[in-house]
């Protein structure tokens, strides 16, 4: 499930989200299955749930700038 997950996130560019995963309880299926991805989790450490808006809506208009949508108009 580890593995997984830092897959995941190094394929998105998540870098906070909690997991939740399915295991079979078969010998022969090793690989986990996903069953959540949940960004809503932790927020206390955060500051509590509006500092949380406020950090996700700053990371949102920094990664909306890096997109450069805008050049060249």
Same mark, same amino acid.
């Given at each position: 499930?580890?593995?997984?997950a830092k897959h995941f996130?190094?394929?998105? =560019?998540?870098?906070?989200?909690g997991f939740d995963f399915l295991f079979s309880s078969e010998v022969n299926i090793k690989e986990p299955l996903f069953l959540e991805i949940n960004y809503f989790f932790g927020r206390k450490g955060l500051g509590g749930s509006e500092k949380y808006y406020q950090i996700l809506e700053s990371e949102i208009k920094k990664w909306?700038?890096?997109?450069?949508l805008n050049? =060249?108009?």
């Amino acid at each position: 499930a580890v593995s997984s997950a830092k897959h995941f996130c190094k394929m998105t =560019g998540i870098n906070l989200a909690g997991f939740d995963f399915l295991f079979s309880s078969e010998v022969n299926i090793k690989e986990p299955l996903f069953l959540e991805i949940n960004y809503f989790f932790g927020r206390k450490g955060l500051g509590g749930s509006e500092k949380y808006y406020q950090i996700l809506e700053s990371e949102i208009k920094k990664w909306i700038e890096s997109l450069k949508l805008n050049e =060249g108009k």
